[in-house]
Every structure is written in structure tokens, then in C-alpha cells.
């Protein structure tokens, strides 16, 4: 079974919630901004923040399906990523699309 098809992703996300007792954890979502200077609160390592024409990190979505829309971006910018071991790495909106009713019931 492909890991990336909609059944590969659904049963990746089945057998996570089985083996966590129903618990999906989520990676961090960091998001630079190129006009708003970064705090330096989010508790990176300081040569995290600055990252050249994108800005600076001084976001941190949590549980987001929203894609950041910045001038100078990079792929799933402001997606949170489920924290289990997978090929290509799941986002959140692609769990819930894929396996809705396994994370939030029918």
C-alpha cells in the first residue's frame, strides 16, 4: 500500500490513534513573517530566527490546516505536521481530510 494514497495515509492515522490510546501529536508550525521583526520567544536556538528575504520566525501555529501566504514562502508553510514516523511526513489538513472521522469522530 502507498503510504502517500488517501488508504495509505488513513491507515498510517489508524494505527498511530490505536497505538496512542487516540492521542495525534503535532509537530511545531513556525512561521516567518518578513514584516514583523521576530520576539525571540519561541524558545529556538537564535540562528533559528532569521531567515533572510522570508523574515524572521515569530510565529508558532498551533493545530493549523491554514497554509501561511507570504511573499516569499516555502511548501506547507504554517501546516501543522502530525508527529509520527512516515515517509513524506502527514500535515493535519491532509489527516483530516483523508481520515476525518477517525481524529474527530462521524
Do not use: H
Amino acid at each position: 500500500m502507498n503510504p502517500n494514497s488517501k488508504a495509505g495515509v488513513r491507515k498510517i492515522i489508524k494505527d498511530e490513534i490505536m497505538k496512542s490510546g487516540g492521542i495525534l501529536r503535532l509537530k511545531p508550525a513556525w512561521v516567518a513573517r518578513d514584516f514583523i521583526p521576530p520576539g525571540r520567544r519561541l524558545g529556538l536556538p537564535q540562528s533559528d530566527y532569521e531567515l533572510g528575504p522570508r523574515g524572521g520566525i515569530c510565529e508558532r501555529w498551533l493545530a493549523s490546516t491554514t497554509k501561511a501566504d507570504n511573499k516569499v514562502g516555502v511548501p506547507n508553510e504554517g501546516l501543522s505536521l502530525l508527529d509520527i514516523s512516515s515517509p513524506s511526513g502527514i500535515t493535519l489538513r491532509e489527516g483530516v481530510e483523508y481520515a476525518g472521522d477517525l481524529i474527530m469522530g462521524k
